[in-house]
């Protein structure tokens, strides 16, 4: 299996501290696992992220998706020269959650010059799949 990160020197802690002060650190992401293609990462069950009906929040599973190919994203492209920004989401939600944690799992589905496409799945302690995303991510020339 290639490895698809521009390098091969990163680790979990490295990428959570890039967390500190955004969406993710106040939703509690962390991500967990680097694979040779995969990036991996969990959201715990909480007030802030739980809709009127007691559910988990379409909404906080987007977020987590869309955490999980942005910094995917990050982790490949030179960030002297490029920046990567979402342009597309798409969740289909499968299963409901009352509590506990999701686990994602980012996975390409292609990566180019320009684009990036992430297939996305959130499952739950069973491994049961929660939610089903794809983020396509626009990779621009860093402005600074």
């Known amino acids: 299996m290639n490895v698809i990160w521009k390098s091969t020197s990163i680790d979990v802690e490295l990428v959570n501290k890039q967390a500190v002060n ?8 962390k991500f967990k696992e680097i694979g040779p293609n995969f990036l991996k990462a969990t959201m715990p069950f909480s007030s802030k992220t739980r809709q009127p009906y ?3 929040h379409g909404g906080a599973s987007a977020v987590l998706a869309e955490t999980l190919g942005s910094v995917a994203s990050w982790l ?10 979402g342009i597309e989401i798409n969740c289909n939600h499968i299963r409901g959650k009352k509590d506990g944690i999701v686990t ?7 990566i180019g010059a320009t684009t990036h496409v992430w297939d996305i799945k ?13 983020l396509t991510v626009a990779i621009l020339k860093n402005p600074n």
Request: proline share 2%; hydrophobic share 40%.
């Open 22 to 29: 955004t969406m993710a650190e106040f939703l509690e992401i």
């Open 104 to 110: 994602g799992t980012a996975e390409p589905l292609h």
């Open 76 to 85: 490949i492209i030179d960030t002297d020269h490029q920046i990567c920004v």
């Open 122 to 134: 959130i499952r739950d302690e069973r491994d049961k799949l929660v939610c089903a995303s794809r």
């Open 54 to 56: 007691g559910l988990l």
